[in-house]
């Protein structure tokens, strides 16, 4: 055979000794071909390096193989925080064994999103993965409208999605605070996420529970989830409340933030002011003190929402389209 020339498929099946369509039935998986024939058909393949045209094949099966991941933050966000390392780990692990491609997408401005929603139901993609929503996305009701399986990750906001993966952000949060208590801690506040994500809300939630028994005062700043954040939100929590002895932050970057400004202000910790964040990052276990915080299982999150996506894509019916996995507390040196 000329070297110049890519092998096709009548080659193949010349080489097999079947016809045209019997090759095509094997590469597309289908179930009606004889198991003689089907070896005949790969061990050709085999020896001739042939290689679907994936243009034609999409045609006959109407599937790209292509997953999305829309991810709602900036490149910046993503690339620094542990949250989404973690998560997109365990979305390409799950993928890995199904053949799917994954693409990253990062979508922050409406003119972003209504890009990507005229990309993603173009039939480029069998399906799409989102997390980090804000508010009452529009774009998940889209997809789903015009039949595009989707799986979101994270409760949102406003919006009640077919299938979503969530880790228990309202109890992650209330068995912190709850731990602080017990370590007779008086004055605890919290440096919450945003209001307009589920998770921001549920864990903002999960602190007021457990002070809602003691009577004491609620002390709340808010952040973004960002270590500058945590920052500009610890000067004003110290500004306004001097006597604060413990603070749960809702994520471990806005934790060790706080950590830097109590350092700055000379506060020892745990002894004057004990701190928990929310993800049991590699940072948070590497920092000084060590960080006590909330593990969520952000890779098995990953897989989960990928499992879930991949069953919706072939058609089957889920018997729990909506999962919701456990946290625990990971005590270290900071509380």
Do not use: C, W
Not at 202 to 222: H, N, P, Q, S
């Amino acid at each position: 055979m000329n070297g110049d020339r890519r092998p096709t498929l009548e080659a193949v099946a010349a080489l097999a000794g079947v016809g045209r369509g019997t090759v095509s039935r094997v590469i597309n998986g289908s179930p009606k071909v004889s198991e003689k024939a089907r070896g005949a058909v790969q061990q050709a393949i085999q020896e001739l390096g042939y290689v679907p045209n994936r243009a034609a094949r999409a045609l006959v099966t109407r599937r790209t193989d292509t997953v999305a991941l829309v991810v709602s933050e900036s490149e910046l966000r993503v690339f620094d925080e542990p949250y989404f390392a973690g998560t997109i780990r365990g979305i390409g692990s799950a993928l890995s064994e199904t053949g799917l491609q994954l693409i990253l997408a990062m979508a922050q401005t409406p003119q972003d999103h209504e890009r990507l929603e005229h990309y993603l139901t173009g039939q480029h993609v069998d399906g799409v993965l989102l997390i980090s929503l804000h508010g009452a996305d529009p774009l998940p009701g889209r997809l789903e409208a015009m039949g595009v399986p989707t799986v979101i990750g994270g409760r949102p906001v406003g919006l009640t999605p077919y299938s979503y993966v969530d880790v228990d952000n309202r109890a992650g949060a209330r068995q912190a605070v709850k731990y602080l208590l017990g370590k007779g801690r008086r004055r605890i506040a919290t440096i919450a996420g945003p209001q307009d994500m589920g998770v921001g809300v549920d864990r903002l939630a999960g602190y007021r529970d457990a002070l809602l028994a003691t009577g004491m005062t609620e002390i709340v700043a808010y952040g973004d989830f960002s270590e500058e954040s945590g920052i500009v939100a610890m000067r004003g929590l110290l500004a306004g409340n001097p006597d604060v002895d413990a603070v749960f932050t809702a994520s471990d970057p806005m934790a060790l933030g706080a950590i830097r400004v109590l350092r700055e202000e000379g506060k020892k910790i745990p002894e004057d002011v004990a701190v928990i964040g929310f993800d049991d990052s590699p940072a948070g276990s590497h920092s000084s003190p060590a960080l006590t915080t909330v593990h969520q299982p952000t890779e098995a999150m990953g897989r989960q929402m990928a499992h879930l996506l991949v069953a919706r894509i072939n058609g089957e019916h889920l018997e729990q389209p909506v999962v919701i996995l456990d946290t625990h507390l990971v005590e270290r040196a900071s509380a």
